[in-house]
């Protein structure tokens, strides 16, 4: 698998959503949706119905970032209403393995994330029941913050412990992924990026996706053969 791009809708106007998800179709692999609930972050976005609206209009696949407090509760929904990929944060989850089978039940892949300073080796045993390990690079509720570099081992870690068990995981990176940082996440070994003032803060935000594919792809392990 190539690299993968999923621009966050956050950083694009939330008054005019639907042609700012056009403006990447064809060249987004995802369309990144954070949802915030002021709870799990200092921040408020939106929530299912927004997401339903979003999943009738645009043909790319869309990626839920759930920043919410009990995602057992809520995350299963937008499965259900059709999100391709759904994540939840494993520091908000009380039965993760129950809600990643019940995310995959309802047929999107599932998704855990983690934030800066949750390690990720006491979770080695639940890679297998996951489609998609997000490891945050920066602290999650808002855009166009900077890039931690201390999260770069942990990516390294992180891709060791999914080749290691020879899992069919994608390690997906988010906050501050930009033309520089990508390379630095590549290298570690993700393979999906979240872009958001990067992608949407462009004049062209399909030319940023081109790019940032483009020089993830330049940066990327050799595959072994
Ligand atoms: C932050 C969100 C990110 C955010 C990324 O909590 O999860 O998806 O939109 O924005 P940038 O790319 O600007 O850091
Ligand atoms: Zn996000």
């Known amino acids: 698998m190539g690299p993968q791009i999923s621009p966050s809708i956050l950083s694009s106007d ?3 959503l639907a042609t700012e998800c056009e403006a990447v179709a064809g060249h987004a692999d995802w369309l990144h949706v954070d949802v915030m609930d002021n709870h799990f972050v200092p921040n408020l976005t939106l929530g299912l119905p927004v997401v339903e609206s979003l999943l009738r209009t645009v043909q790319t696949p869309v990626d839920c970032h759930l920043m919410i407090e009990d995602p057992d509760r809520w995350a299963p929904a937008y499965a259900e209403a059709g999100a391709g990929s759904v994540t939840f944060h494993v520091e908000a989850a009380g039965a993760p ?3 990643a089978r019940e995310i995959r039940a309802q047929g ?3 998704g855990m994330a983690l934030k ?3 390690p990720v080796e006491p979770y ?5 029941e996951l489609d998609m390990l997000l490891l945050m690079t920066v602290e999650p509720g808002f855009g166009g913050q900077s890039f931690l570099e201390v999260v770069v081992p942990k990516i390294r870690r992180a891709s060791a ?3 290691g068990r020879e899992l069919d ?3 997906q990176v988010d906050g501050g992924v930009d033309l520089r940082t990508i390379e630095v996440c590549a290298d570690a070994g993700a393979n999906v990026f979240v872009a958001g003032s990067s992608v949407y803060g462009a004049d062209d935000p399909a030319a940023a996706i081109d790019s940032l594919r483009a020089a993830a792809l330049a940066a990327a392990p050799a595959p072994s053969v």
């Open 116 to 118: 800066p300073a949750t």
């Open 161 to 163: 412990l999914i080749a």
């Open 108 to 110: 999107a892949r599932a």
């Open 14 to 16: 939330f008054a005019r």
């Open 124 to 128: 080695a045993d639940l890679l297998a």
């Open 97 to 99: 393995i129950r809600l």
């Open 169 to 171: 995981i994608w390690l």
